[in-house]
């Protein structure tokens, strides 16, 4: 029998934004480092983005080691440029589906991200949210938003999940986890949590929930 669902943890990237990773390689690839994937992926980061991620670093500090580890003399505009590039678009029937489904669900956030995105991603919420009648504060979905950078840890690592319902006082077994990145997935079945993992072209919309 499976637990009835009381709260939803929503991912970000690729679940209620559109995310294309081969954009910000191509464009770190046009800024001369050809070997960005061995560096970042969806999948995989390496220290220095995981220290971005988990808020060990500023992005000054982080715009300073790039250029350390790539030996290339490109800007803090350009290096923006190119890690944003993979952030796309709030589908506007997205949006509404979400503000639905915080009337039925206590709904959270769990993103890995970091201080440069959160900027750029709330930008493009800010411009969308008008033209659906939206409040312009991405976060007023949410009961409570987590990312990383500001919580200080990431999926798909246990403590990770754990701090997060433990500081929102939520019951795992009553709480969804929707995820488009496996090993999220599996670190949330660890941590104790319901799941769903979105692939093969679904979207939240297709869930019926």
Not at 80 to 108: C, G, H, S, V
């Amino acid at each position: 029998m499976v637990t009835p669902v009381k709260s939803i943890i929503f991912d970000l990237g690729g679940v209620l934004i559109n995310l294309d990773y081969q954009l910000t390689r191509k464009a770190f690839e046009n800024l001369g480092i050809a070997n960005f994937n061995d560096l970042y992926t969806q999948h995989h980061a390496n220290p220095l983005f995981e220290q971005l991620e988990v808020g060990a670093i500023e992005p000054e500090d982080f715009y300073n080691k790039l250029r350390e580890t790539t030996g290339l003399t490109i800007t803090n505009g350009q290096i923006e440029t190119a890690w944003n590039a993979m952030l796309l678009d709030f589908p506007a029937e997205r949006l509404a589906w979400l503000d639905q489904i915080k009337n039925k669900y206590n709904i959270y956030l769990f993103s890995n991200t970091n201080a440069i995105h959160y900027k750029a991603f709330t930008t493009i919420y800010a411009q969308t949210a008008p033209l659906v009648g939206l409040n312009p504060n991405f976060n007023h979905f949410f009961k409570t938003p987590y990312y990383s950078h500001t919580l200080k840890q990431r999926k798909p690592e246990v403590a990770a999940f754990e701090a997060v319902f433990q500081d929102a006082n939520l019951d795992p077994a009553h709480t969804l986890f929707i995820d488009d990145t496996i090993s999220n997935i599996e670190g949330a079945q660890k941590a104790g949590l319901q799941t769903i993992f979105l692939s093969g072209g679904l979207t939240v919309m297709d869930l019926g929930l």
